[in-house]
């Protein structure tokens, strides 16, 4: 079974300009989230999106934004860069469940994204 | 709101020894998971170790374990016999269901480097 893909795995970008970045999850996954990791301060809930919906979203701008495909592909957008944004975006794939939230989410490899 | 609290930046093992990773976390809620994940250095986050909060028995996975301590909020990482292969960061993650929506929590993160 493949794991979750994420292109590109890396990006350069100059501040003002905006980036796409895709996530592909493991087959059968409707849930997807982005996170986005930066040094010392771990891991950053951005959004989660399940069966095309935005279910639920971090402390993030309104420069963040995404969307989930019928297939469960997710993109993230980022507008306007800012220095600021440069770090390792992570998407994450999960089984939905109900009560519990017990299902582990799996990785993909990130994309680093520096902005000049 | 829900946090997780990852005391230690940076911990060293001397190869074939124990070593232990703190975790603490604050929450109002009853029923949640907790997760060590670790991230290589090749950047794919994978699942270490789950505890469900609802249960007491401490959760075991070969050479890890976990100390759970729900009333002290406490879910410290215990690592025997340690090898080379085990370095990487460390991130304990908080998960629950809330109002039909995920919250994912991740601490800090934990560098273990792990000596010869």
């Known amino acids: 079974k493949a794991g979750v893909t994420q292109t590109p795995r890396y990006l350069i970008k100059t501040r003002g300009q905006q980036v796409t970045l895709s996530c592909s999850p493991i087959?059968?996954?409707?849930?997807v989230s982005w996170y986005q990791q930066t040094p010392g301060q771990g891991l950053q809930f951005l959004f989660e999106y399940f069966s095309e919906t935005q279910r639920n979203k971090g402390n993030f701008p309104g420069r963040f934004s995404g969307r989930q495909f019928s297939n469960s592909r997710s993109e993230m957008n980022v507008s306007t860069l800012e220095l600021g944004d440069s770090a390792l975006y992570l998407c994450?794939?999960?089984?939905?469940?109900?009560?519990?939230?017990?299902?582990?989410?799996?990785f993909g490899q990130g994309t680093r994204l520096t902005v000049v | 709101a829900q946090t997780v609290t990852q005391s230690q930046p940076e911990m060293s093992v001397q190869e074939a020894e124990t070593v232990t990773l703190s975790c603490t976390y604050d929450?109002?809620?009853?029923?949640?998971?907790l997760f060590w994940y670790k991230q290589p250095p090749s950047r794919q986050m994978i699942l270490v170790i789950r505890?469900?909060?609802?249960?007491?028995q401490n959760a075991t996975e070969n050479r890890f374990s976990v100390n759970f301590q729900k009333a002290a909020k406490s879910f410290s990482l215990k690592i025997s016999d340690s090898q080379l292969g085990d370095a990487a960061m460390y991130f304990c993650a908080y998960r629950s269901w809330v109002s039909g929506t995920y919250k994912y929590i991740f601490g800090t993160g934990t560098r273990l480097k792990v000596l010869a």
């Open positions: 929450t109002s809620e009853s029923d949640y998971y």
């Open positions: 087959s059968g996954h409707r849930s």
């Open positions: 994450a794939s999960s089984l939905p469940t109900g009560v519990g939230g017990g299902t582990e989410a799996f």
């Open positions: 505890q469900e909060a609802y249960k007491q």
